[in-house]
T-cell receptor
Framework: DSGVTQTPKHLITATGQRVTLRCSPRSGDLSVYWYQQSLDQGLQFLIQ???????AKGNILERFSAQQFPDLHSELNLSSLELGDSALYFCASSMGPTNSPLHFGNGTRLTVT | DAKTTQPNSMESNEEEPVHLPCNHS???????IHWYRQLPSQGPEYVIHGLTSNVNNRMASLAIAEDRKSSTLILHRATLRDAAVYYC????????????FGQGTRLTINP
């Protein structure tokens, strides 16, 4: 058990809808990262927060947004969903911003129909 | 982000050592070498990391070439549970702390 909790585990929704994925980091970790994993793209870095502030941005679409709250949990919002957004979404946390390892949750599987 | 090159797949037998290679010829002085693995239906899991010297922990050993242009992850006695995709990643500690994953090596362990 990595200590990172992601909810929900599975989400099925229709095209055009909006969903929110939630992540609770390990106790004491200040950095949160979001990754997307699809079959054809592998693990893609989306965005990183450190102590509530955005720290790095990757290949995150404009339809996607995220934030980290004062209690350090994070939410990833996906809107105007398309079939191609179907993927596993992983959250990871680390003590940060240092070289400390990332600890990943078990992901949210999003299916867009 | 500096790039790494790994074989797409490797196969080994249970209870034998496994050496997973990684080439990173464009590594910079501030890049740490990190290894993660992803078991089926799970998130990636940290294995080990190092800068210049060889490193050991309870999961594996990391052997780093003297010129740092390559490294090898060593699993001393593979078990079926070690079947996973192994990712070798360079992490620049001076920049953002994100990890950029490549395609990794899919390791199959035969009973």
């Amino acid at each position: 058990d990595s200590g990172v909790t992601q909810t929900p585990k599975h989400l099925i929704t229709a095209t055009g809808q909006r969903v929110t994925l939630r992540c609770s980091p390990r106790s004491g970790d200040l950095s949160v990262y979001w990754y997307q994993q699809s079959l054809d793209q592998g693990l893609q870095f989306l965005i990183q927060y450190y102590n509530g502030e955005e720290r790095a941005k990757g290949n995150i679409l404009e339809r996607f947004s995220a934030q980290q709250f004062p209690d350090l949990h994070s939410e990833l919002n996906l809107s105007s969903l398309e079939l191609g957004d179907s993927a596993l979404y992983f959250c990871a946390s680390s003590m940060g911003p240092t070289n400390s390892p990332l600890h990943f949750g078990n992901g949210t599987r999003l299916t867009v129909t | 982000d500096a790039k790494t090159t790994q074989p797409n797949s490797m196969e080994s037998n249970e209870e034998e050592p496994v050496h997973l290679p990684c080439n990173h010829s464009t590594i910079s002085g501030t890049d740490y070498i990190h290894w993660y693995r992803q078991l089926p239906s799970q998130g990636p899991e940290y294995v080990i990391h190092g800068l210049t010297s060889n490193v050991n922990n309870r999961m594996a050993s990391l052997a780093i070439a003297e010129d740092r242009k390559s490294s090898t992850l060593i699993l001393h006695r593979a078990t079926l549970r070690d079947a996973a995709v192994y990712y070798c990643i360079l992490r620049d500690v001076q920049g953002a702390q994100k990890l950029v994953f490549g395609q990794g090596t899919r390791l199959t362990i035969n009973p």
